[in-house]
């Protein structure tokens, strides 16, 4: 399974936008990318996947170059209630996603 | 159900003790994980199912800790002989298929603590 890479932490104002990037080098060419959000005391809650280009939903965006090799997760206008912790996995129709690792800490302040 | 079913969840134990953790996936969803998470942790995984199978026992941190699934649906993980180091979030997924690109369901854990 591809191994993915994201910031520990990030903060921000509330009304701002946040993108959130994820390295995957060595992603497959079956591989979907998809992102999950965890709040405290809670179990993790899918966002939004994705394979190439841009995919919206009413969450976010995300957004994924030509080589696939990163993703970026978009959070248009963040609140307080989007604090959380978002984690980016990669995985295919030909194995299940395992590894969420330590994700990217949201931290967002009035 | 609605969506994924843990209990307890809150469990207390003492060293030494056994403890069982039941998971209730969504109706219907063959694939069913176990994932672990200590405190300021990501998810560490423990245990996939496929139906009642287990084709991925690799995360199982110890001869400690088992897994069974029953009738393709309910979930239990046994951990005997706690350890302080057993205390986490034992958080339960379940999914349509288990593959890698589908959207997994979480419960909402059981915060185990040994004391």
């Known amino acids: 399974l591809a191994k993915t890479t994201q910031p520990i932490s990030m903060d921000s104002y509330e009304g701002q936008e946040v993108n959130i990037t994820c390295s995957h080098n060595n992603i497959a060419t079956n591989d979907y990318i998809t992102w999950y959000q965890q709040f405290p005391s809670q179990g993790p809650r899918f966002i939004i996947q994705g394979y190439k280009t841009k995919v919206t939903n009413e969450v976010a965006s995300l957004f994924i170059p030509a080589d696939r090799k990163s993703s970026t997760l978009s959070l248009p206008r963040v609140s307080l209630s989007d604090t959380a912790v978002y984690y980016c996995l990669v995985g295919s129709n030909s194995g299940y996603a395992l590894n969420f690792g330590k994700g990217t800490s949201l931290l967002v302040t009035p | 159900g609605a969506g994924v079913s843990q209990s307890p969840s809150n469990k207390v134990t003492e060293k030494g003790k056994d403890v069982e953790l039941r998971c209730d996936p969504i109706?219907?969803?063959?694939?069913l994980y176990w994932y672990r998470q200590s405190l300021g942790q990501g998810l560490e995984f423990l245990i996939y199912f496929q139906g009642n199978s287990a084709p991925d026992k690799s995360g199982l941190p110890s001869d400690r800790f088992s897994a069974e699934r029953t009738g393709g649906s309910v979930s239990t993980l046994t951990i005997q002989r706690t350890q302080q180091e057993d205390s986490a979030v034992y958080l339960c997924a379940s999914s349509s298929g288990g593959q890698g690109n589908e959207k997994l369901f979480f419960g909402s854990g059981t915060q185990l603590s040994v004391l």
């Open positions: 109706s219907g969803h063959t694939a």
